[in-house]
């Protein structure tokens, strides 16, 4: 091969593997956020390229010495921001074998097996979410689904296909005017809740997007979205496609599908849903409530890299009506074309996309599956949400503290009291870089975000975590300037423990250093 030979692939394969397992094993120990600055690396990197090979073993170390200190370190389980991108070691596995096959499978003749295992796994994971059968390949009608990259790639679909539909049939029903006339009036609905890539979707398709108010829980509720629509259509505009939320970004918040849904399918309207986090707790029944209304959408997006342990990207979205997508961005060319195209089970995924080309994604989601099977993946889930509770536990039992919502794995909290406390307190913690949580507001208050992430979050990280906060709280009050000594050295002792298992079975030191740990306590506790 160009660059090295298939001896030197071995070792360098099994380098990196054995890299990221120690980094995944061990990942704990180091502080989730860099402690770099811009432009760092332009500092460490040449400014062009040299112009002889170097060799796997050197690069190796230069990853470790200029990539890995700039990285913030998603798979901790001490990150408690955004939302969560959880792997797992299957699918990193897979995604190495879909790395290393190559295949660019936008269409059936491309490889068979790309096609077909995708139209497989998506009737799984419908099956699996309690989907409405109109949406699975495997149901009744023309239902079908699709692996994206994103959200933000499935949303923008979803925009493009309804504008196209909208206006094939809007120049029938006014030929008196152009078809740049009808675009021009083409409007758009989500919530001020949802995420910034329904905003950025109008933009891309050259639709104006109105940002409707929420109530008072973040919802989007029927009567502020038809008052909307009906005040556009009295002025003129042709309205054309819904975005529904499951799951808000800020506060995970679910737009009120009952209520959207039978409007919009009165009034010609696509109605989409963007559950990109919260569609995975579609997979407990307990959970199943928060889909009413859905069997009135036209399409719907969850993304796998979120919480359903597959590797990011990997996004499952569903259409109603198939056709409906094909129709808006087919595009034939004598090169793409093949005798067994149109079949229901070799789906062309080219017309169903942005782009031509596309990764063998569901290979790894076909291998996540089965390591994991159904029921481990509902405990993980309900687990995390456990995770979620032990927290929202702690912030109650400090009065210093309120609780503004919490919805599956995320809790949103602040200090009571000005929004000043808690930007700071959030501050302060940011700067530590021991955990990274992101802010919100509700209800006009500034709010902390907790979420579960990382690849394999434990109870005792959530004891981590609030140990953090409130030791960062008593020093923002002035409550106790020990303590966070004490976190400090109280971390560095237990890491020693856990790290050197021999020193409890050897070493005449540990009763000395638990003796000085409980005095340093006990002085704490009594300087309180």
């Known amino acids: 091969m160009a660059n090295m030979d298939i001896n030197e692939f071995r070792e360098f394969g099994r380098a990196a593997?054995?890299?990221?397992?120690?980094?995944?094993?061990?990942?704990?120990?180091?502080?989730?956020?860099?402690?770099?600055?811009?432009?760092?690396?332009?500092?460490?990197?040449?400014?062009?390229?040299?112009?002889?090979?170097?060799?796997?073993?050197?690069?190796?170390?230069?990853?470790?010495?200029?990539?890995?200190?700039?990285?913030?370190?998603?798979?901790?389980?001490?990150?408690?921001?955004?939302?969560?991108?959880?792997?797992?070691?299957?699918?990193?596995?897979?995604?190495?074998?879909?790395?290393?096959?190559?295949?660019?499978?936008?269409?059936?003749?491309?490889s068979p097996v790309c096609t077909e295992l995708e139209v497989i796994m998506m009737n799984w994971l419908g099956q699996l979410l309690n989907l409405p059968k109109t949406f699975l390949n495997c149901g009744e009608g023309n239902g079908g689904g699709i692996i994206q990259g994103s959200a933000s790639e499935s949303i923008l679909v979803a925009v493009l296909a309804a504008r196209e539909q909208a206006v094939r049939r809007l120049t029938v029903e006014y030929p008196e005017l152009t078809e740049a006339e009808i675009r021009g009036r083409l409007v758009a609905y989500t919530s001020d809740q949802s995420n910034s890539a329904v905003e950025k979707s109008g933009i891309l398709g050259a639709i104006k997007m109105r940002l409707l108010p929420a109530d008072d829980t973040a919802v989007l509720r029927g009567s502020t979205f038809i008052r909307a629509v009906e005040e556009d259509v009295a002025n003129g505009l042709f309205p054309v496609v819904c975005v529904a939320t499951l799951g808000t970004t800020g506060t995970c918040a679910y737009d009120n599908l009952a209520e959207i849904g039978p409007y919009c399918n009165?009034?010609?309207?696509?109605?989409?849903?963007?559950?990109?986090?919260?569609?995975?707790?579609?997979?407990?029944?307990?959970?199943?409530?928060?889909?009413?209304?859905a069997e009135l959408?036209?399409?719907?997006?969850?993304?796998?890299?979120?919480?359903?342990?597959?590797?990011?990207?990997?996004?499952?979205?569903?259409?109603?009506?198939a056709g409906s997508v094909t129709k808006s961005f087919s595009v034939d060319r004598i090169y793409l074309q093949h005798q067994f195209q149109g079949h229901s089970k070799a789906p062309d995924y080219r017309h169903w996309q942005i782009q031509l080309g596309r990764r063998f994604r569901s290979l790894k989601v076909w291998i996540t599956l089965r390591t994991m099977g159904a029921e481990k993946i509902r405990n993980l889930i309900r687990f995390h949400i456990q995770l979620a509770n032990r927290f929202e536990e702690y912030v109650r039992t400090d009065d210093r503290f309120e609780v503004l919502c919490s919805t599956?794995?995320?809790?949103?909290?602040?200090?009571?009291?000005?929004?000043?406390?808690?930007?700071?307190?959030?501050?302060?913690?940011?700067?530590?870089?021991?955990?990274?949580?992101?802010?919100a507001t509700y209800q006009g208050k500034f709010i902390i975000r907790f979420m579960i992430c990382?690849?394999?979050p434990q109870m005792h990280d959530i004891e981590y975590a609030w140990d953090e906060v409130r030791s960062q709280t008593d020093l923002l009050f002035g409550v106790d300037q020990n303590r966070n000594e004490l976190a400090d050295r109280k971390e560095a002792i237990l890491q020693k423990l856990e790290h050197e298992p021999k020193l409890y079975e050897k070493s005449t030191d540990i009763g000395k250093i638990t003796e000085s740990l409980a005095g340093v306590i006990l002085s704490s506790e009594k300087a309180k």
């Not at 389980?77 to 792997?87: E, M, N, R």
């Not at 794995?409 to 992101?438: H, P, W, Y």
């Open 17 to 110: 593997i054995d890299f990221v397992a120690d980094y995944l094993e061990n990942i704990r120990d180091r502080d989730v956020l860099p402690s770099v600055e811009p432009g760092y690396l332009h500092d460490l990197l040449p400014g062009r390229l040299q112009n002889e090979p170097e060799d796997w073993k050197t690069i190796m170390e230069d990853f470790k010495r200029c990539i890995l200190p700039g990285l913030t370190h998603w798979q901790s389980p001490h990150f408690h921001a955004f939302y969560p991108s959880q792997t797992s070691y299957s699918s990193i596995v897979g995604e190495t074998l879909a790395a290393g096959l190559g295949v660019v499978g936008f269409s059936w003749i491309c």
């Open 266 to 293: 009165e009034h010609n309207i696509w109605l989409h849903i963007d559950a990109a986090y919260a569609g995975a707790a579609l997979c407990l029944p307990e959970y199943g409530h928060i889909m009413k209304g």
């Open 297 to 321: 959408a036209d399409s719907l997006n969850f993304n796998l890299h979120k919480w359903m342990f597959v590797n990011f990207d990997c996004c499952a979205m569903w259409f109603k009506d």
């Open 408 to 439: 599956l794995a995320l809790v949103c909290f602040r200090l009571k009291g000005d929004d000043a406390l808690s930007k700071q307190l959030l501050e302060n913690i940011t700067k530590r870089k021991k955990v990274f949580m992101i802010p």
């Open 454 to 456: 990382g690849i394999d």
